[in-house]
């Protein structure tokens, strides 16, 4: 994936292109084709805390500087300031963006002198290495300022107290983090020095580039994006200092690394850290093409080890762990990408986490929640994903008690009113103020869409469940009869129940609502589906819905329907399952159409189109009802690249 000068150069084309490189734990870099930061999120080294949501923006840009023959000064960063001025217009001098193995690359051409900049994350730690290599022309002197900050990701921070000291070879800034600067000469260049190659290791060719401490804030740096999200859109940063080094000819590189942890541990060289996280990645893609490829890089940033074991990350750049997003994930981040052992201690490490037969939702706000009807149900559908896969029965007789636990406290009823109807074995949810399904978007205190009731997801999903756990129970040797019975009894109550007289399903019954909407597709999708696919509904359902970035969240005909999902907060949450695309629902309409007979390879093309428009290689959270369908939400969203990539594999023409 390759952009050259007329969107790097061209801030509405280039600024709004955003690149991600996640180090394994929850933090990452994070920034734009053309260099130009658009979000209190972006910079370099952005730290996880205890949990992925807890992270902390630090170094947040390394402008470079280029000293030409003849002191000719080119500034080759890219900012905006509150007065809307933009300088230095460092893009205006790139030749070449370019995702290598899915990790950034820039080239700047200034004449004959050629600057390339690579960077990675050391997967694992809180590191990034930054390479910045003279691959044509030269000598130059080449300085590297370091632009710091240390916040929370979700605020801003104002000239002040920021303490930076010297240590050797740089600087550790606010006791949180270090960076240090090396030259290198010789090296692996895109365009080989003259010469045999230099083969000595590492460490016998490195010599240290200069530090010298600044102490400038620059203030009123914008944020673009977070102007147009209704937040705070400025801050300072502090210009801590400046690394430099002379680049006598190409293959010259001044490498900076700057990490988080034990500041006392110095990580391996930046170019060598660079080489193994694009070794790493391509083992990853072993085989794999085209967009089979970049999806499965895409899916690599979304699992995380923590403290306790494997985990999701719902989106970046602003979200943690949410248990059901994980759960709908499981299948595309974890079976079909080979990471099978890691999924199963991940199954295992939320079984124990489970309360009054419920998932927790999320923890990311500080307290743990558990207001979610759907994140257990997305669970059980996982675990006999798992299981059916690998044929890992030991596992399905490990957690089959906490699942029997599970069914229990449905059928007697826990939090937020989730409770089995004995009526008809279908499953009510609803609560005062809550929206507990998927659908959870509040404003004022209230749910948007709260579809209190028995919503026809909810129970696609307790059918399957039930199935599931029946399944389960089987392999593990255990009788599975009552569970039989009680799942003959709710499909049979949904089959009677949910068809509506426009020739789709009700949304919710018991209140009715026969709104549009493709929530009914899980009807069809699952596994254990309690519905065989209708082709026409589908037809109609895909006729009012699909756009080419996936399914609408309501029909346009609708007096709801909301074309835009922008603006504000509130805005935004208004909007938010009102129309508002969402690119995960592809799996369930590929499913579902497929089990119909019909194509799914076509439904794919605008979302694989979209890898090269927003979050590159990557899938966004959400976009516009409305044509042209601009992404929003989170530019890089787990279940959105889970099911295009599981969607992706199993299409058919």
């Known amino acids: 994936m390759r952009f050259g000068t007329q969107v790097c150069g061209e801030p509405a084309l280039g600024a709004a292109r955003e690149w991600l490189v996640a180090d394994g734990r929850g933090g990452y870099a994070m920034g734009t084709v053309s260099g130009l930061r658009t979000r209190r999120y972006h910079g370099l080294l952005v730290v996880a805390g205890d949990t992925p949501a807890s992270r902390h923006v630090g170094l947040a840009a390394l402008d470079p500087v280029v000293r030409l023959p003849g002191d000719r000064i080119v500034r080759l960063g890219a900012h905006e300031w509150a007065d809307g001025t933009l300088a230095p217009r460092g893009d205006l001098l790139l030749e070449e963006f370019a995702l290598v193995d899915g990790l950034p690359r820039w080239r700047w051409r200034i004449g004959a002198t050629v600057l390339e900049r690579t960077l990675a994350m050391r997967h694992g730690s809180s590191c990034v290495a930054v390479v910045d290599r003279l691959v044509g022309g030269g000598p130059v002197e080449l300085s590297l300022e370091a632009l710091c900050t240390w916040r929370d990701q979700h605020g801003e921070r104002r000239a002040g107290d920021l303490p930076v000291r010297e240590v050797a070879g740089g600087a550790v800034v606010a006791d949180a983090y270090r960076l240090r600067g090396r030259l290198a000469s010789?090296?692996?260049?895109?365009?080989?020095?003259?010469?045999?190659?230099?083969?000595?290791?590492?460490?016998?060719?490195?010599?240290?580039?200069?530090?010298?401490?600044?102490?400038?804030?620059?203030?009123?740096?914008?944020?673009?994006?977070?102007?147009?999200?209704?937040?705070?859109?400025?801050?300072?940063?502090?210009?801590?200092?400046?690394?430099?080094?002379?680049?006598?000819?190409?293959?010259?590189?001044?490498?900076?690394?700057?990490?988080?942890?034990?500041?006392?541990?110095?990580?391996?060289?930046?170019?060598?850290?660079?080489?193994?996280?694009?070794?790493?990645?391509?083992?990853?893609?072993?085989?794999?093409?085209?967009?089979?490829?970049?999806?499965?890089?895409?899916?690599?940033?979304?699992?995380?080890?923590?403290?306790?074991?494997?985990?999701?990350?719902?989106?970046?750049?602003?979200?943690?762990?949410?248990?059901?997003?994980?759960?709908?994930?499981?299948?595309?981040?974890?079976?079909?990408?080979?990471?099978?052992?890691?999924?199963?201690?991940l199954l295992r490490a939320y079984a124990a986490t489970l309360s009054e037969g419920m998932l927790a939702n999320t923890a990311d706000g500080g307290a743990v929640g558990h207001n979610t009807a759907d994140a257990t149900l997305w669970f059980l559908h996982a675990i006999d994903r798992h299981v059916r896969a690998t044929d890992d029965d030991d596992l399905a007789a490990e957690l089959v008690p906490a699942l029997d636990e599970v069914l229990a406290a449905h059928l007697r009823g826990t939090r937020y009113g989730i409770k089995v109807d004995e009526s008809d074995g279908l499953l009510v949810q609803g609560a005062d103020g809550e929206a507990?399904?998927?659908?959870?978007?509040?404003?004022?205190?209230?749910?948007?869409?709260?579809?209190?009731?028995?919503?026809?997801?909810?129970?696609?999903?307790?059918?399957?469940?039930?199935?599931?756990?029946?399944?389960?129970?089987?392999?593990?040797?255990?009788?599975?009869?009552?569970?039989?019975?009680?799942?003959?009894?709710?499909?049979?109550?949904?089959?009677?129940?949910?068809?509506?007289?426009?020739?789709?399903?009700?949304?919710?019954?018991?209140?009715?609502?026969?709104?549009?909407?493709?929530?009914?597709?899980?009807?069809?999708?699952?596994?254990?589906?309690?519905?065989?696919?209708?082709?026409?509904?589908?037809?109609?359902?895909?006729?009012?819905?699909?756009?080419?970035?996936?399914?609408?969240?309501?029909?346009?005909?609708?007096?709801?329907?909301?074309?835009?999902?922008?603006?504000?907060?509130?805005?935004?949450?208004?909007?938010?399952?009102?129309?508002?695309?969402?690119?995960?629902?592809?799996?369930?309409?590929?499913?579902?159409?497929?089990?119909?007979?019909?194509?799914?390879?076509?439904?794919?093309?605008?979302?694989?189109?979209?890898?090269?428009?927003?979050?590159?290689?990557?899938?966004?959270?959400?976009?516009?009802?409305?044509?042209?369908?601009?992404?929003?939400?989170?530019?890089?969203?787990?279940?959105?690249?889970?099911?295009t990539l599981r969607a992706h594999l199993t299409s058919t023409e």
């Not at 620059?218 to 801590?240: P, Q």
């Not at 949410?322 to 199963?344: C, H, I, K, N, P």
């Not at 039930?466 to 389960?472: N, P």
Request: aromatic content about 8%.
């Open 186 to 345: 010789g090296g692996r260049a895109a365009t080989a020095p003259a010469g045999p190659p230099d083969t000595r290791p590492w460490n016998e060719r490195q010599t240290e580039a200069v530090w010298a401490p600044d102490g400038t804030w620059l203030l009123n740096v914008h944020h673009r994006m977070e102007a147009a999200r209704g937040y705070v859109a400025d801050e300072d940063l502090l210009l801590a200092g400046r690394f430099t080094a002379t680049l006598a000819e190409p293959g010259d590189a001044l490498e900076v690394t700057a990490w988080a942890g034990d500041l006392a541990v110095e990580p391996p060289p930046a170019a060598v850290i660079v080489d193994a996280e694009r070794d790493r990645r391509r083992i990853l893609t072993a085989g794999a093409v085209d967009a089979t490829a970049e999806l499965t890089l895409a899916a690599d940033a979304f699992v995380v080890t923590t403290a306790n074991g494997p985990d999701v990350v719902a989106g970046y750049p602003w979200f943690g762990a949410w248990s059901r997003d994980t759960m709908t994930s499981y299948e595309g981040l974890f079976l079909v990408t080979g990471r099978a052992a890691q999924g199963r201690e």
């Open 436 to 643: 507990l399904t998927w659908m959870d978007a509040r404003v004022d205190g209230m749910g948007v869409t709260q579809r209190a009731g028995k919503a026809v997801d909810i129970n696609a999903l307790w059918c399957n469940g039930l199935a599931a756990l029946a399944a389960l129970r089987e392999r593990a040797g255990r009788h599975s009869d009552d569970v039989r019975r009680r799942h003959a009894v709710t499909e049979a109550a949904f089959r009677r129940r949910f068809p509506a007289p426009a020739g789709h399903l009700y949304d919710v019954i018991d209140p009715d609502d026969a709104a549009l909407r493709p929530n009914q597709l899980l009807a069809w999708s699952l596994p254990y589906a309690p519905m065989e696919p209708d082709p026409v509904a589908l037809r109609r359902i895909t006729d009012a819905l699909l756009t080419p970035l996936g399914p609408r969240s309501l029909d346009p005909a609708d007096p709801a329907y909301r074309r835009r999902h922008g603006g504000s907060l509130r805005e935004r949450d208004l909007a938010y399952h009102q129309g508002t695309v969402w690119p995960w629902l592809i799996g369930p309409l590929a499913d579902a159409r497929r089990k119909a007979g019909l194509p799914t390879r076509e439904v794919l093309t605008g979302l694989l189109a979209h890898l090269g428009d927003f979050g590159l290689g990557s899938v966004s959270e959400t976009a516009d009802g409305d044509p042209p369908h601009g992404a929003t939400g989170c530019p890089f969203q787990a279940w959105s690249v889970a099911e």
